[in-house]
């Protein structure tokens, strides 16, 4: 969509002056003011400023803590609860950087769930798709480094737990564990260069955002209905329209995230953390964070061995491979309608899918023993078929509903529909909001 | 109707929860598999919800607890005598009562160590040397350090229970625990039970049938001079308070904070949905 040219015309002699060597403020003015976005997106497209927020807030919050961190094993939990007591607001800051990890997760769950609902990552949304992907790696990647730092008991045995994983790859899997740490065991080398890669990974994760965004801004947002924009009237400029709605998402997000971090902020931790690290004392349940455990749970249900893979190659085999899949996502989907709202089986698969997931998400917190397992394996089973089996057949399969002509004519459509006192439904009709 | 339907709710969720309960203790009564054996009991405490404050009083005889009682074999490393003016102390009070510990110093300029009344900037000095020490003389494991106890504590909710903590704002697990771990030494062990020698059942504790430590508390222990009963259950209460203030000393300011914050977000959300409102008004979508 961004086929038009700039409209952009500076008004003073400064702007002129500016344009003419450094557009920049064309740049802005074209990203964020007249760009044109669909006239139906509905909240669920509030989750990428959202997360913008969210990212710059854990940088600003994390440098400011980074300034009172120490990252030795014998200082590093006395330091946190340094901040925590006796540095100014210094309780608030690590409350906010500690609730903001998982309410930045949170936020991309309901991206990536945005995306695949109505089909965002079909083409011509394959990279920007993909770049989604890397960002929500890096981002696991960067959760699971900071919440070592604290050096508590679930930091010290996450860490060792999940090292342990990479020991299972055949040939390379040691040597690869052993750089991870540093050394044998989850020690003070790990321990420094998780604090250097926690710090270096969000810049990484900025920059990749900087790609999403181009490629969003060279191809045009989805919207609810997945018809490509195809006039001027099914678009309405970015300001004041996207920016005033996605404002008040985030006001609402920010509410949600306050109440959590001033009410409940230890509600998302696990109590064990507030214990430092022994390396001599097991805890009775190691879990990860909550944003790990349906990936956590997919380990644990390969409790089997496949021919030369072992159990354990299997497990880690089955977690990565679980994140894998997204990565192909747009080749495994074969259906040509976008949007599940045109899509009767996707749309029930889908929502069976955001239930096995969340039903992942708790048996990873249980132990693996008796029955979880069981359920771990039917719910794995799901969460793969529904990538591998669902996806590809039911674009072939299925019948989709009636597809609108455009846009414009959808919401046309909807607003005869529920303000039936409107005869004309297009020019008025502000009690209907999408 | 609405009552109605609310009561109906509770029921449900009794009900529910009861359930889950019986489920938990399925296991064979002598040999529990889960612990604690029993759940927390719930206790009303006044740093509770979003405008929860902490008494005063109960903090100063919980610090009495704990100074005439656990300290003997627990420490407190990571609290200051200077913050014990949060419970409600004068400067002059707070001196006099560092200056009741000896805190070990040094070295001076003859390179000596040395011993030295405390100080309001010194912490909580440890009972024991170093934590072999303390674990040499309690059997082979070192009591626990009491400064965050109250947020290292806390029982498994369950489902469903943990999804309506969010709603209810359910953040006292700590001091239930330990309220119910330091009350529930009176119950009998159930037939069959084997408790290991120099252990004490009892069903509240979280990491196997019975602990270590021998019941610390008992009626009439400590002196109150404010009139509060003298008895276990009230000497509990007290210190698990005090704990929890231990853990969390910027709680009263945090909540407050929040206050401020959720108002300043709600009116804001209030004029941006207005704004947003009528800058749609004229486009269907």
């Known amino acids: ?84 007591r006796d540095v100014n607001s210094g309780w608030l800051l690590r409350y906010m950087h500690s609730n903001g990890a998982s309410f930045f997760f949170i936020a991309v769950y309901l991206h990536i769930m945005r995306g695949l609902y109505y089909g965002s990552y079909k083409a011509p ?17 960067t959760g699971f480094m900071g919440y070592v730092l604290p050096w508590g008991q679930m930091s010290f045995w996450g860490a060792t737990v999940i090292t342990g994983f990479f020991t299972a790859i055949p040939l390379v899997g040691t040597w690869i564990q052993e750089l991870l740490l540093g050394g044998f065991a989850v020690d003070n080398p790990t321990l420094n260069r998780f604090f250097a890669l926690h710090y270096l990974l969000p810049f990484m994760i900025a920059g990749v955002v900087v790609l999403h965004v181009w490629a969003l801004h060279v191809v045009g947002q989805n919207n609810p209905t997945g018809i490509e924009v195809k006039s001027k009237t099914d678009t309405v400029a970015f300001t004041p329209y996207a920016t005033v709605k996605d404002a008040f998402g985030m006001l609402v997000f920010l509410l949600v995230f306050a109440y959590f971090i001033f009410y409940m902020p230890n509600y998302l931790g696990h109590p064990d953390n507030y214990t430092v690290a022994n390396p001599l004392k097991t805890p009775a349940h190691i879990v990860p964070e909550w944003y790990f455990l349906p990936f956590y749970a997919i380990l644990r249900a390969i409790t089997f061995n496949i021919g030369p893979i072992n159990s354990k190659l299997g497990g880690v085999l089955a977690m990565f491979g679980s994140i894998a899949v997204l990565f192909v996502v747009p080749w495994l989907d074969t259906s040509k309608v976008r949007s599940a709202v045109y899509r009767p089986w996707y749309k029930l698969f889908f929502w069976i899918f955001v239930a096995d997931a969340i039903f992942l998400g708790w048996l990873g917190s249980r132990p693996a023993e008796g029955s979880y397992v069981a359920m771990a394996q039917v719910a794995t089973l799901y969460y793969f078929a529904f990538f591998l089996v669902i996806m590809p057949l039911l674009g072939l399969i299925e019948t989709p509903r009636r597809l609108p002509n455009s846009i414009t004519e959808a919401v046309l459509e909807k607003n005869r529909g529920s303000g039936s006192a409107h005869p004309e439904g297009a020019a008025a009709s502000p009690e209907t909001r999408g | 109707m609405k009552k109605i339907l609310a009561s109906l709710a509770v029921a449900g969720l009794v009900m529910a929860g009861s359930a889950a309960v019986a489920q938990e203790e399925g296991h064979s009564a002598a040999e529990p598999t889960h612990f604690p054996i029993h759940k927390p009991v719930q206790m009303d405490w006044s740093f509770a919800g979003p405008f929860g404050t902490y008494d005063k009083g109960q903090l100063q005889r919980g610090l009495k607890i704990y100074k005439e009682v656990c300290s003997a074999c627990h420490s407190m490393n990571l609290v200051a005598f200077r913050t014990l003016a949060d419970l409600g102390y004068s ?64 029982v498994e909710r369950g489902f469903p229970t943990f999804i309506f903590d969010i709603f209810t704002g359910y953040a006292e697990s700590g001091p239930d625990y330990i309220h119910s771990l330091l009350t529930g030494y009176s119950e009998e062990p159930p037939a069959g039970m084997e408790i290991a020698e120099g252990t004490h059942y009892n069903p509240y504790f979280i990491g196997g049938k019975s602990l270590a430590m021998a019941p610390p508390l008992s009626d009439d222990q400590v002196t109150y001079d404010d009139g509060s009963p003298q008895t276990v259950d009230q000497y509990s209460r007290d210190v698990a308070a005090f704990l929890m203030w231990a853990a969390e000393p910027h709680m009263e300011d945090r909540k407050r904070t929040g206050f401020r914050v959720v108002i300043f977000l709600l009116l804001f959300a209030g004029l941006v949905y207005a704004t947003k409102r009528k800058v749609w008004a004229g486009v269907a979508h």
């Open chain 1, 125 to 141: 949304r394959e990279l920007l798709w993909i770049l989604g992907c890397i960002i929500y790696l890096l981002m696991m990647a």
């Open chain 1, 1 to 84: 969509m961004s086929e038009g040219h700039s409209t952009y015309t500076p008004t003073s002699g400064l702007g002129r002056w500016f344009d003419a060597r450094l557009p920049l403020p064309r740049l802005v003015y074209d990203s964020f003011v007249a760009y044109p976005v669909p006239r139906n997106l509905n909240y669920f497209w509030a989750f990428g400023g959202i997360l913008s927020i969210m990212l710059v807030a854990q940088i600003l919050t994390g440098i400011v803590l980074a300034m009172h961190y120490v990252s030795d094993t014998h200082l590093a939990f006395g330091s946190v609860e340094k901040i925590m």
């Open chain 2, 91 to 154: 400067e002059a009070q707070v001196k006099a009562f560092a200056a009741e510990y000896t805190v070990q110093d040094g070295p001076n300029d003859d390179g000596e160590m040395f011993e030295r009344p405390g100080l309001p900037s010194d912490h909580f000095p440890s009972p024991f040397p170093n934590e072999q020490a303390a674990a040499a003389a309690n059997g082979g494991a070192a009591p626990p350090d009491f400064s965050l106890l109250a947020k290292a504590r806390g």
